[in-house]
Each structure stands twice: as structure tokens, then as C-alpha cells.
């Protein structure tokens, strides 16, 4: 959470600082400033809400200074009010902060006992206190920073400024991301790609524990956690920066809605023989014998994961277990790591991440190395640290995702669990080559069954006010639709702010259905699979209680038409597909249903993209 970014070149700084934060604003969005130095002076800009906010105090009265850091924030430690926006100011030094100070009450109060006043309510204010203290015993920036980054505990990207050091920023980092960009003449310093591209495609991941200094004289330093100099790789990225844009559509999440066709044929594309129609995931062994090897010799996967990637973990276990005969256990990555687990050798630990930083998944992927087994990670963001330390990695390829809400990220992961599945049961000799077949055309049929489905954004939008009106909402599923009825209660709760729940429709009987009257709409996910009847007796027995049914099932079922105040008809498909197709009608019901309620969509309260913090 937070997004910081530094720059120090030869153009002004402050338009290219807040192009920057547009990027990184998907991190945080609770408020926003900025900070340069030129000739000694400090100039800051603070603004609580939207960057829109920030731009508008900048507009007209920018230093022009070729040195500055920036911020965009997601309150930890005080509400989200000017006082508390970075940069923070003290004395001669100005820093940035991205993360937690855990010990910031021991260190606070040992600061106050020096009298020193404590401006706003943050964790981070005491790193500019601790760096000026340095500086007053005339320390150069870089001795501060080494000297201070001993204190703090926790986690911390920090850039650092003062006044004494004319023309340099010193940033050093413990957990959150942190990149640098090198320019010709210029250096930028970023938590994500994205704000650095369009300046450099010249680029030094920070490790845990470096430190680095950048000067006017196009000059880094890197340092390691016990201060020893080193140098580090400078990798070109062979990508250029895909343009965050929303083109003609209204938000961004509509958009990358729209974009899943694309997003499931381009995480199919790289493990699917069109000549064959055979599976054959790459990037894990060099030859495709190896590979076939390493999957038959795993006894057991776990697979861990936050959020939505967590319900697509869930999928995973359905697909792989049923397809790829491989037990599997799928876990929340905050419960994963602090709970000593048991992983026995050959097992696969599987981490699902959309940003590849969300810090409880790191965590565990870490946890997980140190217990020797193998790691494998299905990320969205290549280069990002967990893609960068796990053993083997699979791409979802959804192209970038700027929703807060995560929507085709999920149906790419959604596609690439389905994979694995088909790679596990060929492996294991469980899956006959005309199974496969039969998966890999109703893998192919996805994104033209998605285009179809892409309809229903008219339907909803007619029938959102209408919706709005439910005092609570159960989704309801069975088998490896049961995680898209949770994905479709998270999706609701996170832009509507309205109580829904996702249940096993089996469990209807053992508490949920006491929540059922007239004002609670159910969403029952009923295609006409090996547990239709079931999950039909389900629904009467909402109805019966009076409840209110949307049914999202196959089309041509009268029956379930009958039955529902909506019937939201899908094609019949493949069990291993029905979820991904699943999936559109309730992201697209919760898009509609905010934005009839006056919500952001793009930016729900309270939340953020990227969760680098526990
Ligand atoms: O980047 P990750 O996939 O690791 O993020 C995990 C969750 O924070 C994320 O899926 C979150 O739940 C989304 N806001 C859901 O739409």
C-alpha cells in the first residue's frame, strides 16, 4: 500500500512526479503530496483525497525543481487528513514512507523525550526526525540513512531528501517494492514499473536490505544490509509501458471486464500446442519431457493466495484434484505463514498473486523456500518480487489491471489452474488424450463464450436499481462454482458496500437460511451439471421462505427460468469452464449495482490495489 516515487534529472520534477503518482495511485488513494529541493529550499504540496486534489494545489505554483519525492497514501496510522500525507518535513530532511514502522512507539516516544514535536499521527514522521538528528551532526545523507535504517523495524520502502545534500536522493528498502530507473542524465525512483517506464527502460531491483544513493552526476551507489558497497544488475525491460488508459469506456474496471476475452486467449496462448491441441506448460523445466517428469513426481500442492487470487486458489483445488488426481490444500496467505505448516518434500507450493507483492503471499512464499519445497507462482506482474523469487513462474498475461476490484486477472488465473489440471492428469497418467482434447476445445471456445456473456452489461444495468433495493445477498454454488459464489459476494461487498455472503449451497441448511426473507436476494449458480438437481432443491427451499432469486445457470433451462425473478442464462459448457463464464454476470451485477449507488468503482473506500502491508 502507498506508492512513493523520486525523480532527479535535469527536467522539473513536479509534473513528472505527478504523472508518476497517477500510476502508482491504484496503491492508495487516501491522499497525496510532494516535495522538492532546489537551493536549498523545500517546497511541499499536501492534499487529503484524490491526486485530483493535489493537482490542483501544484497547478500554477511548481518550483521547477530538477529534485523531488512523492507519495500517495493508504492510512495506517491516522486518518487519512493533510497532516498526515507524506512527504513529512523535519528540519533539514524530507522522506517518503511505504509501509509500517512496527517499532514506532518505542522510538516515538524515545524521540518526544527529546523534545521533539510530532506534527501528524503517522508511523513514518519519526524517520524524519531520526535522519535530522544525523544531519545535524553533520552526517552526510547516506550516513543517516545507514545509520537509521538500523533502528526501524518493520517494513519500509523510504526516499530521502535534505536540504544539506543538494543534490541527492538516498532510498533503501525492507519488504515493500522499490525499483530504480536510470536514465540518460536523470534517475527515478519508484514502488512500481509502470511510473518509470515512460522515463527508462534501464532498471535495478532493490533487494531487501540495499540501500542506494543517486547523485546529479549521474552517479549510484548501491549498499547491502551490512553497508558494504555493491553493485547490482541493470536489466533493460523489453516492454514498454502499456498506457494506463480508459479509451471510450467509463471506468477502468469496465474496461478490463471487457478485456477478458483477450486476457483468457493470452494465458492460454503459451501452453497450448495449436497443432495438437495438446497442453504443454512452458517456464517450468527446459524440455517438455522435464516437465511432464517434475509434475508426476509432485505428491501434493498447496496452493496460498489473498482475496480474489484466493478464490481462484479454491477453483484450483476442484480442477487439479479431479483432473490432475493431486491433493491439494488452498489456504489464505496471512493464516499460511503463521502457522508453522506442514509441507512434506515433493509437494508444490502454488502462490496466486495479481500485483506479485501483496506482502502476507511474499511471506508465505518465503516461509515456503525456507522449508525447501518447491515454489511456483501465477502472477500478473513480471519482475515483481514475488515473480522474481519463487522457483518457477507461470504468467496470468492480463495486461495490466488498474480496478482496485480484480476482474480478469481472476478468469486468467481461473485459466491457468485449468491448465495445470490438464498438465497434472497427463503426468500422472490419469487423463486419456481425448479428456484433453475435449478440455483444451472448451478452453479455446472461453473468450468467444465471454463475448457472448459481455451482453449482460446492458441487462444489469436496467436491473441494478432494482437490485439495490435487497437488504443483504447470498451467492450460492456448488462444487468449483462454490468459489465464484464467494468471488461474486467479494466483488459486491468491496464496490457496494452491501453485506453479502458466498455459501456452498449445501450449507444453506446448517444457519444461512435463517437470513432469508423477502429483501435478500440470492444469486443461485445453477448450471445443468452432476449437481443441478441439488443445488435446484436449494433454491426452493429459498423460495419457499419468501427470497428473492437470481439464477445464473444454462441457457434453455425453463425450469430454472421459472423458478428465478432473473435468470441470467449461460452456454453450456465444460465443468472445468462454467466457472470462468460464471464469473462475468456477477462481476458485471456488482459494477452496475455501486455505480446505481453513486460508488467509486474504480477506487472503492478504504481499499487499495496492492496490499504490501499485513
Ligand atoms: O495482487 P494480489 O492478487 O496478491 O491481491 C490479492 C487481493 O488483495 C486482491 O485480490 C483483492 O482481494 C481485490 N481487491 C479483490 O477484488
Same mark, same amino acid.
Request: hydrophobic share 40%; net charge negative; proline share 4%.
Given at each position: 500500500?502507498?506508492g512513493?516515487?523520486?525523480?532527479?534529472?535535469?527536467?522539473p520534477?513536479e509534473?513528472?512526479?505527478?504523472?508518476?503518482?497517477? +500510476? !502508482?495511485?491504484?496503491?492508495?488513494?487516501?491522499?497525496?503530496?510532494?516535495?522538492?529541493?532546489?537551493?536549498?529550499?523545500?517546497?511541499?504540496?499536501?492534499?487529503?483525497?484524490?491526486?485530483?486534489?493535489?493537482?490542483?494545489?501544484?497547478l500554477?505554483?511548481?518550483?521547477?525543481?530538477?529534485?523531488?519525492?512523492?507519495?500517495?497514501?493508504?492510512?495506517t496510522?491516522?486518518?487519512?487528513?493533510?497532516?498526515?500525507a =507524506?512527504p513529512?518535513?523535519?528540519?533539514?530532511?524530507?522522506i517518503?514512507? @511505504?509501509?509500517?514502522?512496527?517499532?514506532?512507539?518505542?522510538?516515538?516516544a524515545?524521540l518526544?523525550?527529546?523534545?521533539?514535536?510530532? +506534527?501528524?499521527?503517522?508511523?513514518s514522521?519519526?524517520?524524519a526526525? /531520526? *535522519?535530522?538528528?544525523?544531519?545535524?551532526?553533520?552526517?552526510?545523507?547516506?550516513?543517516?540513512?545507514?545509520?537509521?535504517r538500523?533502528?526501524?523495524?518493520g517494513?519500509?520502502?523510504i *526516499?530521502?531528501?535534505?536540504?544539506?545534500s543538494l543534490?541527492? #536522493?538516498?532510498?533503501?528498502k525492507?519488504?515493500?517494492?522499490?525499483?530504480?530507473?536510470?536514465?540518460s542524465?536523470?534517475?527515478?525512483?519508484?514502488?512500481?514499473?509502470?511510473?518509470?517506464?515512460?522515463?527508462?527502460?534501464q532498471?535495478?531491483?532493490?533487494?531487501?536490505?540495499? !540501500?542506494?544513493s543517486v547523485?546529479?552526476?549521474s552517479?549510484?551507489?548501491?549498499? @547491502?544490509?551490512?553497508?558494504?558497497?555493491?553493485?547490482?544488475?541493470?536489466?533493460?525491460?523489453?516492454?514498454?509501458?502499456?498506457?494506463?488508459?480508459k479509451?471510450?469506456?467509463? =471506468?477502468?474496471?469496465?474496461?478490463?471486464?471487457?478485456?477478458?476475452?483477450?486476457?483468457?486467449?493470452?494465458?492460454?496462448?503459451? =501452453?497450448?500446442?495449436?497443432?495438437?491441441?495438446? &497442453?504443454?506448460?512452458?517456464?517450468?523445466k527446459?524440455?517438455?519431457?522435464?516437465?511432464?517428469?517434475y509434475?508426476?513426481? &509432485?505428491?501434493?500442492?498447496?496452493? &496460498?493466495?489473498?482475496?480474489?487470487?484466493?478464490?481462484?486458489?479454491?477453483?484450483?483445488?476442484?480442477?487439479?484434484?479431479?483432473?490432475?488426481r493431486?491433493?491439494?490444500?488452498?489456504e489464505?496467505?496471512?493464516?499460511f505463514r503463521?502457522?508453522?505448516?506442514?509441507?512434506?518434500?515433493?509437494?508444490?507450493?502454488?502462490?496466486?498473486t495479481?500485483?506479485?507483492e501483496t506482502?502476507?503471499?511474499?511471506? $508465505?512464499l518465503? !516461509? $515456503?523456500?525456507?522449508?525447501?519445497?518447491?515454489?511456483?507462482?501465477?502472477?500478473?506482474?513480471?519482475?515483481?518480487?514475488?515473480?522474481?523469487?519463487?522457483?518457477?513462474?507461470?504468467y496470468?498475461?492480463s495486461?495490466?489491471?488498474?480496478?482496485v476490484?480484480?476482474?480478469?486477472?481472476?478468469?486468467?488465473?481461473?485459466?491457468? /489452474?485449468? /491448465?495445470?489440471?490438464i498438465?497434472?492428469?497427463?503426468?500422472?497418467? #490419469? !487423463?486419456s $488424450?481425448?479428456?484433453?482434447q475435449?478440455?483444451?476445445?472448451?478452453l479455446?471456445?472461453?473468450?468467444? =463464450?465471454?463475448?457472448?456473456? *459481455?451482453?449482460?452489461?446492458?441487462?444489469?444495468?436496467?436491473?441494478?436499481?432494482?437490485?439495490?433495493?435487497?437488504?443483504?445477498?447470498?451467492?450460492?454454488?456448488?462444487?468449483?462454482l462454490?468459489?465464484?459464489?464467494?468471488?461474486?459476494?467479494?466483488? *459486491?461487498?468491496?464496490?457496494?458496500?452491501?453485506h453479502?455472503?458466498?455459501?456452498?449451497?449445501?450449507?444453506?441448511?446448517?444457519?444461512p437460511?435463517?437470513?432469508?426473507?423477502?429483501?435478500?436476494?440470492?444469486?443461485?449458480?445453477?448450471?445443468?451439471?452432476?449437481?443441478?438437481?441439488?443445488?435446484?432443491s436449494?433454491?426452493?427451499?429459498?423460495?419457499?421462505?419468501?427470497?428473492?432469486?437470481i439464477?445464473?445457470?444454462?441457457v434453455g433451462?425453463?425450469?430454472?427460468?421459472?423458478?428465478?425473478?432473473?435468470?441470467?442464462?449461460?452456454?453450456?459448457?465444460?465443468?472445468?469452464?462454467?466457472?470462468?463464464?460464471?464469473?462475468?454476470?456477477?462481476?458485471?451485477?456488482?459494477?452496475?449495482l455501486?455505480?446505481?449507488?453513486?460508488?467509486?468503482?474504480?477506487?472503492?473506500?478504504?481499499?487499495?490495489?496492492?496490499?504490501?502491508?499485513?
Amino acid at each position: 500500500m502507498c506508492g512513493i516515487v523520486g525523480y532527479l534529472g535535469q527536467k522539473p520534477s513536479e509534473q513528472i512526479l505527478l504523472d508518476a503518482l497517477k +500510476t !502508482l495511485e491504484y496503491r492508495g488513494y487516501d491522499s497525496a503530496g510532494i516535495l522538492t529541493l532546489k537551493e536549498r529550499e523545500f517546497k511541499r504540496f499536501r492534499a487529503a483525497g484524490k491526486l485530483v486534489n493535489l493537482e490542483k494545489k501544484v497547478l500554477g505554483q511548481e518550483s521547477l525543481a530538477h529534485l523531488g519525492i512523492a507519495h500517495t497514501r493508504w492510512a495506517t496510522h491516522g486518518p487519512a487528513i493533510e497532516k498526515n500525507a =507524506h512527504p513529512h518535513v523535519v528540519g533539514d530532511v524530507g522522506i517518503v514512507h @511505504n509501509g509500517i514502522i512496527e517499532n514506532y512507539r518505542e522510538l516515538k516516544a524515545a524521540l518526544e523525550a527529546q523534545d521533539c514535536v510530532f +506534527t501528524s499521527d503517522t508511523d513514518s514522521e519519526l524517520v524524519a526526525h /531520526l *535522519l535530522n538528528f544525523e544531519i545535524q551532526k553533520k552526517l552526510t545523507l547516506i550516513e543517516a540513512c545507514l545509520n537509521v535504517r538500523k533502528k526501524l523495524e518493520g517494513a519500509y520502502a523510504i *526516499l530521502a531528501l535534505s536540504s544539506q545534500s543538494l543534490d541527492e #536522493v538516498v532510498a533503501f528498502k525492507q519488504g515493500p517494492p522499490l525499483i530504480l530507473g536510470i536514465g540518460s542524465d536523470e534517475f527515478i525512483l519508484a514502488s512500481d514499473l509502470q511510473a518509470i517506464l515512460p522515463h527508462t527502460t534501464q532498471i535495478v531491483h532493490f533487494d531487501d536490505g540495499d !540501500l542506494v544513493s543517486v547523485n546529479a552526476r549521474s552517479k549510484h551507489q548501491f549498499y @547491502n544490509s551490512t553497508d558494504e558497497k555493491i553493485e547490482k544488475n541493470i536489466l533493460t525491460m523489453d516492454w514498454s509501458p502499456e498506457k494506463a488508459q480508459k479509451q471510450t469506456y467509463p =471506468h477502468f474496471m469496465l474496461k478490463e471486464i471487457y478485456e477478458q476475452p483477450k486476457a483468457v486467449a493470452e494465458a492460454l496462448k503459451p =501452453h497450448i500446442n495449436l497443432k495438437n491441441h495438446e &497442453v504443454e506448460i512452458q517456464g517450468i523445466k527446459d524440455s517438455f519431457a522435464e516437465t511432464q517428469k517434475y509434475f508426476a513426481q &509432485v505428491e501434493r500442492v498447496f496452493i &496460498v493466495s489473498c482475496g480474489t487470487s484466493f478464490y481462484g486458489g479454491l477453483y484450483g483445488e476442484y480442477v487439479l484434484e479431479q483432473i490432475g488426481r493431486v491433493p491439494v490444500e488452498v489456504e489464505v496467505a496471512s493464516e499460511f505463514r503463521y502457522r508453522n505448516p506442514v509441507l512434506p518434500p515433493n509437494s508444490l507450493v502454488v502462490f496466486i498473486t495479481q500485483s506479485g507483492e501483496t506482502a502476507d503471499t511474499l511471506a $508465505a512464499l518465503r !516461509l $515456503a523456500k525456507e522449508a525447501g519445497v518447491d515454489t511456483l507462482s501465477i502472477c500478473n506482474t513480471p519482475h515483481s518480487t514475488i515473480d522474481r523469487e519463487s522457483d518457477f513462474s507461470l504468467y496470468m498475461n492480463s495486461g495490466v489491471e488498474i480496478g482496485v476490484a480484480s476482474t480478469k486477472a481472476f478468469v486468467s488465473t481461473l485459466s491457468v /489452474l485449468a /491448465l495445470l489440471g490438464i498438465m497434472f492428469g497427463k503426468s500422472k497418467k #490419469v !487423463l486419456s $488424450a481425448e479428456e484433453e482434447q475435449e478440455l483444451v476445445q472448451s478452453l479455446l471456445a472461453v473468450p468467444a =463464450h465471454i463475448e457472448g456473456l *459481455l451482453g449482460y452489461d446492458a441487462f444489469f444495468k436496467e436491473a441494478s436499481e432494482e437490485l439495490s433495493k435487497s437488504k443483504g445477498f447470498l451467492y450460492l454454488g456448488r462444487g468449483a462454482l462454490f468459489p465464484i459464489a464467494m468471488e461474486g459476494a467479494l466483488k *459486491l461487498k468491496e464496490l457496494a458496500y452491501v453485506h453479502a455472503e458466498g455459501y456452498a449451497a449445501g450449507e444453506m441448511k446448517h444457519g444461512p437460511l435463517a437470513l432469508i426473507d423477502k429483501e435478500m436476494m440470492c444469486v443461485v449458480i445453477a448450471p445443468q451439471d452432476h449437481l443441478y438437481e441439488k443445488t435446484i432443491s436449494n433454491l426452493q427451499e429459498v423460495k419457499a421462505r419468501g427470497g428473492q432469486v437470481i439464477s445464473v445457470g444454462t441457457v434453455g433451462d425453463k425450469n430454472l427460468d421459472e423458478m428465478s425473478n432473473f435468470f441470467i442464462p449461460m452456454p453450456k459448457a465444460h465443468w472445468v469452464v462454467t466457472p470462468i463464464l460464471a464469473t462475468l454476470p456477477v462481476q458485471l451485477m456488482a459494477y452496475h449495482l455501486a455505480l446505481s449507488m453513486g460508488n467509486d468503482v474504480d477506487q472503492p473506500r478504504n481499499l487499495a490495489k496492492s496490499v504490501t502491508v499485513e
